[in-house]
Nanobody
Framework: QGQLVESGGGYVQPGGSLRLSCAAS????????LDWLRQAPGKELEWVAN????????DYANFVKGRFTISRDNAKSMLYLQMNSLKPEDTAIYYC?????RGQGTQVTVSS
């Protein structure tokens, strides 16, 4: 099953940037496609971005295209989400996911 631990969340003003990290352990990281998900207060969990095992194919939800970038470092078993031009509606708990498993999440709050 392994473990996924997110970090890097915080409080940022609209238009700002944050970089989320997800440290993976307990499984062969380079073999798996990975996702970022998020859940805003009172809303359903939603998919944000995906990256393939090799790191050369990515996909994004329309609401983050052009603002967020997913990447990975297979040598370090790390997944990243660079978030730019943040909006208040990006406020959510962000999770990394491998198949049915996800971490505990990291809170991102965008507010002036």
């Amino acid at each position: 099953q392994g473990q996924l631990v997110e970090s890097g969340g915080g409080y940022v003003q609209p238009g700002g940037s944050l970089r989320l990290s997800c440290a993976a352990s307990g499984f062969t990281f380079r073999n798996y496609n990975l996702d970022w998900l998020r859940q805003a207060p009172g809303k359903e969990l939603e998919w944000v971005a995906n990256i393939n095992s090799g790191g050369d194919i990515t996909d994004y939800a329309n609401f983050v295209k052009g603002r967020f970038t997913i990447s990975r470092d297979n040598a370090k078993s790390m997944l990243y989400l660079q978030m730019n031009s943040l909006k208040p509606e990006d406020t959510a708990i962000y999770y990394c996911r491998r198949g049915p498993w996800r971490g505990q999440g990291t809170q991102v709050t965008v507010s002036s």
